[in-house]
């Protein structure tokens, strides 16, 4: 499949005329909106060649999370967006896809994991995807040495939420560790490791960062699933699959012509991006 040729900022997220109300995007109109940028893009020489836009499978209605990073209150109300859509949908089967950063940054780690284990959403497949936040909280289990970079990017809000107080120097590191191994319930151990890498449903392939340019896509390195930036979202190449991902925040979800980026900073912005997924069509949930 070669990816549709879009490269296109998604249209406006918020509703003006109701300050903090989600505005979706119909999912019927979203293929026209798709062509009429393809036309825009290429001319007349877009329509003539029937460019071919991705899609999922017939009956299948996909939603993918952004970056949650420790926000309860974002996922308890992305997930009833969530679920209102899919009572409207009526799609045969609904599948909701988790980009990962679950942990680190907002002030509800623990409550976040709890709140995955214990109420997934009913009458849904679910994907959970492991992010490089949830990969560094596993090391520092292991490994000290991470503590420093860990808790520069959001790990002493996690270590909080777990009842753990945050090293205030590197010797303090140790005791940390050992507080967190020990108050860390083994379920939610057993829940960081079984997170999975990728997942691909049609023509999309989702991932936490992004795949690194030029490796196919089954021989990807765990290493650029979890971290890779710049050599991925500056590529213009096609990827076999358009890319979805979180990792690198934008204002607003990116939408380009071989990926599609949905961190939009929630643990800071407030707004906890969803794409949704129907046939050849997509549109956005937002907090």
Known sequence: MTAASFDVAAPPSKDPRQPGRSKHMAAGAASS??????TKLFGSRASKTAAVLPRVAEGTRVYAIGDIHGRLDLLNEIERRIADDAATAQAARNAVIYLGDYVD???????????????????????????????????????????????????AATLLSYGVRPPVSDRDLVRAQEELRAKLPERHLAF????KLRHVEGDYYFVHAGIRPGIPLDDQRPSDL???????LHSRRDFGKVIVHGHTITETPEIKRNRIGIDTGAFASGTLTCLVLQGESWSFLQT
Request: glycine content about 10%; charged content about 20%.
């Open 105 to 155: 940054r907002g002030s509800q780690s623990r409550a976040v994991i709890d709140r995955l284990i214990d109420q997934p959403l009913p009458g849904f497949e679910r994907i959970l995807l492991l992010g490089n936040h949830e990969d560094s909280m596993l090391q520092f289990l292991v490994d000290v040495q991470i503590g420093p970079a860990w808790l520069a990017y959001g790990g």
């Open 192 to 195: 960081l490791r079984g997170l």
């Open 33 to 38: 909106y798709i062509r009429a940028m393809l």
């Open 226 to 232: 979890l971290w890779i930036r710049d050599e991925f």
